[in-house]
């Protein structure tokens, strides 16, 4: 696999003034509050939701004991707006180009040593809110689940090496911020921003019964794998999840060979319990989508969208609606503007939820003339909610009993229940709920090339393609026909994997 190599190169943002290249290249939101003026470069850890002209820095948290049903927010005060200072980085860019290519950096120290660095998505935060803003909150633990990139960026820390370093006790948990800028090199900046706060641990008292590997009970869906395996690797897994170090853990199965070697159960859940996996379920739509298309009710995955709607009747109509392929949904890089990782996007899954039609909602979306140009990829789940759509009106009786009859009955699958759209259509977007053991059936139909116990239930090519490198999302990470792809190295091993996934951590690999 050939691999672009990034370097990564700090700038110092104060040489650079001197060299009176830091004139400001947009108007940032002026520094009136006094509190914003005494924490310029700092950020505030709080608990609950304040705006800004009622804060006091007593507001202002010295140590937050680490629950699941609690509110931990930052506060970040900057001397100037994001576009500002990567126009430091890159003096000859356009606001535009800058908001486009670039974005904030956050570095996590748990007790003074670096845990986690990530570049956040380019898509998090408007053009408008990076030429703006100077002060701006970030949710990091919500107890109202509030939908937020930076709830993710928490959660993604936590799953890289925070989980590991927050044990029982007390800790200090540090967070500085810079500007990063991508183009065909990463230039960094200096610190804009950075705080601290004192972390406390609870300990958990864990019954060691939890701890065990639990024994599989026979069944007829699957034969037992009776090949070993480190129970002690299981048990300290278990641990971990009895502990709450890995948080709201229900199940794991693994399959080996075709067999089934280890099914374990959490925090009340049981083999007959059905978990919602939220956007695992768009797998699915890509599965039903390939079995459609080898039925013959639908061409191939490049018919245009125009061959089942008449776009010109939807509100924005351009011409580059008229080129939008079922690929272009499938693969998260259509040019419609939309995208869930931007909250103040259009298309923005939380839009479309409160609508009477989300399929109407989709289709009256402007585009993007950025992505129209250039497609990349950028997640957006009301794309696949029209999948489901035009995959309900092309086969007979629909999409819900055409699954039942052509995935699920085959896979033996009986117990599942579906969401529904505001048109009664089964929801493609996410929510749809199985066993444990049914998920692991559909991870193994794709080990299989589509095939289970003798029937060809996918074609092997259409099995190819959802899990092949449809397009980049990052270095080493790719997506398919709504399938992940990434490669991971464990013990200095690379494995690629292709997986479905969900909000929550939910994950068929």
Same mark, same amino acid.
């Given at each position: =696999? ?18 009176? *290249? ?36 007593? &507001? ?9 049903? !609690? ?39 748990? &007790? ?15 053009? &408008? ?21 930076? %709830? ?8 890289? #090496? /925070? ?55 026979? $069944? ?18 278990? %641990? ?51 079995? !459609? ?8 995955? =490049? ?36 995208? &869930? =990782? ?9 839009? =479309? ?18 992505? !129209? ?14 999948? #489901? ?21 085959? $896979? #033996? ?9 505001? *048109? ?12 444990? $053991? ?15 116990? /003798? ?46 996934? #969900?909000? /929550? ?5």
């Amino acid at each position: =696999m050939t691999r672009q190599i990034i370097f990564s190169i700090i700038i110092s943002l104060t040489s650079l003034a001197v060299l009176g *290249q830091s004139d400001d290249l947009v108007k940032s939101d002026s520094i009136v509050y006094l509190i914003h003026k005494a924490n310029i470069g700092k950020i505030a850890f709080m608990g609950q939701t304040i705006p800004i002209e009622k804060f006091n820095e007593t &507001d202002f948290l010295n140590s937050f004991e680490l629950k699941e049903k !609690a509110d931990l927010n930052i506060s970040v005060f900057l001397g100037n707006s994001l576009t500002n200072y990567l126009h430091l980085l890159a003096p000859q860019l356009t606001a535009d180009e800058l908001s486009k290519n670039g974005n904030y950096q956050f570095t996590f120290f748990v &007790d003074d040593k670096k845990t986690y660095v990530e570049n956040l998505n380019i898509g998090a935060g408007s053009a &408008d809110s990076k030429n703006q803003r100077t002060v701006f909150r970030v949710p990091l633990i919500s107890a109202t689940n509030e939908d937020s990139w930076g %709830r993710f960026l928490w959660n993604r820390f936590l799953m890289s #090496g /925070g989980q590991e370093a927050l044990t029982s006790g007390a800790h200090i948990l540090k967070i500085e911020i810079r500007p990063y800028l991508k183009l065909t090199e990463v230039l960094t900046g200096q610190i804009i921003a950075e705080g601290q706060i004192n972390i406390i641990v609870p300990e958990i008292k864990i019954n060691e019964n939890q701890v065990k590997v639990q024994r599989i009970k026979p $069944l007829k869906d699957w034969e037992i794998s009776n090949d070993q395996f480190d129970k002690l690797k299981i048990e300290e897994l278990n %641990r971990k999840i009895a502990s709450k170090t890995f948080k709201d853990i229900t199940s794991i199965v693994v399959i080996k060979d075709g067999k089934l070697l280890i099914e374990e159960y959490f925090n009340g859940a049981s083999r007959n319990s059905l978990h919602d996996t939220r956007s695992v379920g768009k797998s699915f739509a890509s599965t039903i989508l390939g079995i !459609a298309i080898k039925d013959n009710y639908i061409k191939n995955e =490049m018919q245009l969208l125009s061959n089942f709607y008449n776009l010109k009747s939807f509100q924005n109509y351009s011409t580059p609606k008229d080129s939008i392929t079922l690929k272009n949904l499938l693969t998260m890089s259509s040019a419609f503007d939309g995208s &869930d =990782m931007n909250q103040e996007s259009p298309g923005n899954e939380e839009n =479309m939820y409160p609508t009477k039609n989300w399929v109407q909602f989709t289709l009256n979306l402007p585009i993007d003339k950025t992505k !129209a140009a250039t497609p990349k990829w950028d997640y957006f789940t009301a794309g696949v909610v029209v999948i #489901g759509d035009i995959i309900n009106k092309s086969v007979p009786n629909g999409l819900e009993k055409y699954a039942h009859k052509n995935l699920f009955l085959p $896979l #033996g699958i009986t117990n599942y229940k579906w969401q529904f759209t505001p *048109q009664k259509v089964a929801n493609t977007a996410g929510g749809l709920q199985l066993r444990s $053991l049914d998920y692991a059936k559909f991870g193994q139909l794709y080990k299989n090339n589509g095939n289970w116990k /003798g029937k060809q239930i996918l074609t092997q090519e259409w099995v190819s393609k959802s899990l092949s490198h449809q397009i980049t999302i990052s270095e080493g990470e790719y997506y398919g026909y709504l399938f992940w792809n990434k490669t991971y190295n464990v013990e200095n091993k690379d494995y690629e994997v292709s997986y479905s996934s #969900g909000n /929550g951590g939910n994950k068929i690999l």
